[in-house]
């Protein structure tokens, strides 16, 4: 089992930047690869990015390509999610989650043990 608290979301002007953080427990945090998606009320959580479990290969949405980075500090027990040149379309609970599941990175059923989700808002 793994638990995740995601932090650092805010809220940003549009075109500004914010770091979110999830912090896992667990030792077997690097054992996994490790996922965030976005969800806003009345739509279906949606894939923002995914990172490998050696952090050596990431995957992002088409929508966040080139603004977002994600990267891990597996020492730390961290993912990080770069959020830069921020649009109001970003605005969304955050969630982070390790990849428990096979199946295709992008799809929220892959994933388990999400955290409760961090607010980023970003006003026009």
């Known amino acids: 089992q793994v638990h995740v608290v995601e932090s650092g979301g805010g809220l940003v002007q549009a075109g500004g930047s914010l770091r979110l953080s999830c912090a896992a427990s667990g030792r077997t945090f690097s054992s996994y690869d490790m996922g965030w998606f976005r969800q806003v009320p009345g739509k279906e959580r949606e894939f923002v990015a995914a990172v490998s479990l050696n952090g050596g290969t990431t995957y992002y949405a088409d929508s966040v390509k080139g603004r977002f980075t994600i990267s891990r500090d597996n020492a730390k027990n961290t993912v990080y999610l770069q959020m830069n040149s921020l649009k109001p379309e970003d605005t969304a609970v955050y969630y982070c989650?390790?990849?428990?599941?096979?199946?295709?990175?992008?799809?929220?059923?892959?994933?388990?043990?999400w955290g409760q989700g961090t607010q980023v808002t970003v006003s026009s």
């Open positions: 989650a390790p990849k428990w599941f096979g199946g295709y990175y992008y799809y929220h059923t892959s994933y388990a043990y």
